[in-house]
């Protein structure tokens, strides 16, 4: 199993540019995650989804937006980036359906992806 | 306030030495407690759940104290290889997601 992956690891955007960050996963779980982690900030979550075709909000939604078009797929695009979102993102994914203390919960992350907004 | 507070560290220790971390929550109705361990420029990795009744895996002992609203981290026996962040993460009842703390950071030195 690959687990979690993303794609690109690394990107340079310039301002007012559009790009979609791929996260995929292979272990069947209902639910996913977008986080971004900024120095001193910690993760903050994006978007979330707890199946295919939903979608919420996060803590800091604001310039993103997302799409869960297959249950092993999620998709987190900036239309027009800013220097403001110059950060590591992370994506994640959980059972959402195991039983047992937390197992549903238990997160687990993708390589990440390094991005720069000039 | 932060939802989840930790001491950002660094903490400096010589290897063999026991270390602890702790880490507070404002939510008393979250449910869900883990720690996660990030390496530098990597992805946080599930390190261990939180049980109510504290939980040991090895050289690693967490704590859960619902009443002062905190969780901590003892790691006994310190490697060069624990030398990572560590995170301390909350789900609060009713919330799908996890809220993480910023890290505490950990350096252990030969």
């Known amino acids: 199993n690959a687990g979690v992956t993303q794609t690109p690891k690394f990107r340079v955007l310039k301002t007012g540019q559009s790009m979609t960050l791929l996260c995929a996963q292979d272990m069947n779980h209902e639910y996913m995650y977008w986080y971004r982690q900024d120095p001193g900030m910690g993760l903050r979550l994006i978007h979330y989804?707890?199946?295919?075709?939903?979608?919420a909000k996060g803590e800091v939604p604001d310039g993103y937006n997302v799409s869960r078009l297959k249950k092993q797929n999620f998709l987190l695009g900036l239309e027009s980036a800013a220097p403001s979102q110059t950060s590591v993102y992370f994506c994640?994914?959980?059972?959402?359906?195991?039983?047992?203390?937390?197992?549903?919960?238990?997160?687990?992350f993708g390589p990440g992806t390094r991005l720069t907004v000039t | 306030r932060k939802e989840v507070e930790q001491d950002p560290g660094p903490f400096n220790v010589p290897e063999g030495a026991t270390v602890a971390f702790n880490c507070t929550y404002s939510?008393?109705?979250?449910?869900?407690f883990f720690w996660y361990r990030q390496d530098c420029r990597k992805e946080p990795k599930l390190l261990m759940s939180?049980?109510?009744s504290g939980n040991e895996d090895g050289r690693f002992t967490a704590q859960l104290n619902r009443a002062s609203q905190y969780i901590s981290l003892l790691i006994r026996d310190s490697k060069l290889s624990d030398s990572a962040t560590y995170l301390c993460v909350v789900r609060p009842t009713g919330r799908r997601a996890l809220t993480f703390g910023s890290g505490t950071r950990l350096q252990v030195q030969p």
């Open positions: 939510n008393s109705a979250s449910q869900s």
């Open positions: 939180v049980y109510s």
């Open positions: 989804s707890v199946g295919e075709g939903t979608t």
């Open positions: 994640a994914s959980s059972s959402g359906t195991e039983r047992g203390y937390d197992k549903s919960y238990e997160q687990y």
